[in-house]
T-cell receptor, first 114, second 113 residues
Framework: ETGVTQTPRHLVMGMTNKKSLKCEQH?????MYWYKQSAKKPLELMFV???????ENNSVPSRFSPECPNSSHLFLHLHTLQPEDSALYLCASSQEQGLNSPLHFGNGTRLTVT | SQKIEQNSEALNIQEGKTATLTCNYTNYSPAYLQWYRQDPGRGPVFLLL?????KEKRKERLKVTFDTTLKQSLFHITASQPADSATYLC????????????FGSGTRLQVQP
């Protein structure tokens, strides 16, 4: 158990579907993140939330919509995705939103868009 | 543009030897550098953090160096074991003001028994 739980672990969706990824952290951290990991590419930062406020939106297409209802939960709402959006989506948390604060990752949601 | 380079080719070593992985960066002046381990199908796990004013950091069989002149960090695993086989990622802060880590693409380490 990593302290950061992501559900579902695997998701297959069509391009017209709407789905949501869920992340929950049990560590009492104040910052949460979404990263995208595609094959043979570095992790790409998508969104950062600090104390439930979005502080970073890394030019992510609007078909990805994050939501942070409280400091323990983070969602990524998906709609009208493209096949190139297929990837491993990783959620992470840190004690505070600072560059010297290690990230604690969940095990990701493997997303396949057909 | 800013760039982080890790050897994309897998590193194969014999059990008991020291593994050395390299992280080079350009157009950065990072204040911190972090190393993570990632196993297949799992999220990365934090290993070590080193600050720009620290030359070396150790944790059990792990050692990290940080040379801001060479713009390079070396990650060493001494007395390597097959269980050390994984992908190792380095991560830095960013000069662009982005308030989160930027990761390299990682190096796959395979320790042969």
């Amino acid at each position: 158990e990593t302290g950061v739980t992501q559900t579902p672990r695997h998701l297959v969706m069509g391009m017209t579907n709407k789905k949501s990824l869920k992340c929950e952290q049990h560590l009492g951290h104040n910052a949460m993140y979404w990263y995208k990991q595609s094959a043979k590419k570095p992790l790409e930062l998508m969104f950062v939330y600090s104390l439930e406020e979005r502080v970073e939106n890394n030019s992510v297409p609007s078909r990805f919509s994050p939501e942070c209802p409280n400091s323990s939960h983070l969602f990524l709402h998906l709609h009208t995705l493209q096949p190139e959006d297929s990837a491993l989506y990783l959620c992470a948390s840190s004690q505070e939103q600072g560059l010297n604060s290690p990230l604690h990752f969940g095990n990701g949601t493997r997303l396949t868009v057909t | 543009s800013q760039k982080i380079e890790q050897n994309s080719e897998a590193l194969n070593i014999q059990e008991g030897k020291t593994a050395t992985l390299t992280c080079n960066y350009t157009n950065y002046s990072p204040a911190y550098l972090q190393w993570y381990r990632q196993d297949p199908g799992r999220g990365p796990v934090f290993l070590l953090l080193i600050r720009e004013n620290e030359k070396e950091k150790r944790k059990e069989r792990l050692k990290v160096t940080f040379d801001t002149t060479l713009k390079q960090s070396l990650f060493h695993i001494t007395a390597s074991q097959p269980a050390d086989s994984a992908t190792y990622l380095c991560a830095l802060d960013s000069d662009t003001g982005r308030r989160a880590l930027t990761f390299g693409s990682g190096t796959r380490l395979q320790v042969q028994p």
